[in-house]
């Protein structure tokens, strides 16, 4: 069961038509493809390993629903979690508040989705897809801009594990390292 589905894909992550069943059905099988990877590059193999078997344990619940810590400066601080809901005030003539998911998962799913789906192989080439009338537009800004919000909320996540380390033994230095290079800041400007 996957942790996100296409209601995260809105904003600045919309993939249009989600609504329609083949571009749902494309968003899904690209959510089941990149969401087991973003995960156990972000936790590495072994608390990956772990949360696979034990996922429903509070303290795979906290990494995904986020919970007050204290870090390793001593100062409380609060770690959202990898699915954040929020509730906005509502805007007349509404009476409830709408809730919008957001979650840096999504990130990287709709990264890999765009990079895979700017072009497409035609009988002469790859051709770059656009509508009619339209102008190209590189998307290297607006996925850079989306990489690097899930840098910073990864940098955030790495500030949790390492201020509870025992109670995720599995996390280590060479994991911290690794989701460090691999998650990094990404020059919009490239």
């Not at 990956?48 to 509070?58: G, L, Q, T």
């Not at 919970?67 to 003539?93: C, F, H, R, S």
């Not at 290079?181 to 990404?186: A, H, K, L, Q």
């Amino acid at each position: 069961m996957s942790l996100i589905d296409a209601s995260y894909f809105v904003k600045k992550l919309n993939i249009p038509n989600t609504d329609s069943p083949e571009i749902a059905e494309a968003v899904t099988s690209y959510i089941n493809q990149f969401e087991p990877m973003f995960l156990q590059r972000l936790f590495g193999y072994p608390l990956y390993s772990a949360y696979k078997a034990h996922s429903a344990d509070a303290r795979f619940t906290d990494i995904l629903n986020g919970k007050e810590y204290t870090n390793l400066n001593g100062y409380l601080n609060k770690w959202n979690g990898l699915i954040e809901v929020l509730v906005p005030a509502p805007t007349p003539p509404a009476t409830t508040p709408v809730a919008q998911k957001q979650s840096i998962i999504a990130n990287f799913v709709y990264y890999h989705y765009r990079i895979e789906n700017v072009t497409q192989f035609s009988g002469i080439g790859e051709m770059l897809m656009f509508g009619e009338n339209a102008n190209a537009v590189s998307p290297r800004r607006r996925l850079a801009t989306v990489w690097n919000e899930m840098s910073n909320v990864v940098k955030q996540f790495i500030q949790f594990l390492d201020a509870n380390q025992s109670i995720y033994p599995e996390w280590t230095y060479i994991d911290k390292v690794a989701a460090l290079e691999y998650f990094g800041f990404v020059n919009p400007f490239f």
